[in-house]
T-cell receptor
Framework: AQSVTQLGSHVSVSEGALVLLRCNYSSSVPPYLFWYVQYPNQGLQLLLKYTSAATLVKGINGFEAEFKKSETSFHLTKPSAHMSDAAEYFCAVSARSGNQFYFGTGTSLTVIP | DSGVTQTPKHLITATGQRVTLRCSPRSGDLSVYWYQQSLDQGLQFLIQYYNGEERAKGNILERFSAQQFPDLHSELNLSSLELGDSALYFC???????????FGEGSRLTVL
């Protein structure tokens, strides 16, 4: 079975500071991993995905994530936070069959001017 | 625009009533997923359909049911509504394999 754990339901960073959102996964097989972002009153949008190619994955809006098998982690980072990054971020995992997706509980990112 | 269309966007109804939420997936996507998002429960997987057949079931109440039609659109039926059913209901579609899910903008249900 697959699952993801997002550490920290709320994260606050100053504008221009490093963004680090944590995600750990549990999977009996090598998984596919995803980060989604949800802006207020909108649906979820894909930021990036890992599907067993390069372990460092670059996404939209300057975000990237690194797949670390030894740590079962897929943390999301951005070197410099922007006010427009304030949103809810979800980590998700799916089995290689791609049939079921499991989402974390989400991390709300606040960017302080 | 994700290509996934959900209607209605907003719905206000009373306890005990029944509502139907509709989802049109992206062109070419055979899988449709339904999720419920509430403040205290986060994003909960309800049910998945693939090409008209139920593929996986999550935390879906017996009062809720869904189906996927031959044209691949899907409907989520919620009956005997309770106050706690107030939530944002998302539909997502995908093609399986390494593909990600594409989400609609959601249907916000308020039960009074």
């Amino acid at each position: 079975a697959q699952s993801v754990t997002q550490l920290g339901s709320h994260v606050s960073v100053s504008e221009g500071a490093l963004v680090l959102l944590r995600c750990n996964y549990s999977s009996s097989v090598p998984p596919y991993l995803f980060w989604y972002v949800q802006y207020p009153n909108q649906g979820l949008q894909l930021l990036l995905k890992y599907t067993s190619a390069a372990t460092l994955v670059k996404g939209i809006n300057g975000f990237e994530a690194e797949f670390k098998k030894s740590e079962t982690s897929f943390h999301l980072t951005k070197p410099s936070a922007h006010m427009s990054d304030a949103a809810e971020y979800f980590c998700a995992v799916s089995a290689r069959s791609g049939n079921q997706f499991y989402f974390g509980t989400g991390t709300s990112l606040t960017v302080i001017p | 625009d994700s290509g996934v269309t959900q209607t209605p966007k907003h719905l206000i109804t009373a306890t005990g009533q029944r509502v139907t939420l509709r989802c049109s997936p992206r062109s070419g996507d055979l899988s449709v997923y339904w999720y419920q998002q509430s403040l205290d429960q986060g994003l909960q997987f309800l049910i998945q359909y693939y090409n008209g057949e139920e593929r996986a079931k999550g935390n879906i109440l017996e009062r809720f049911s869904a189906q996927q039609f031959p044209d691949l659109h899907s409907e989520l039926n919620l009956s005997s509504l309770e106050l706690g059913d107030s939530a944002l209901y998302f539909c997502a579609s995908g093609r399986g394999g390494t593909g990600e899910l594409f989400f609609g903008e959601g249907s916000r249900l308020t039960v009074l």
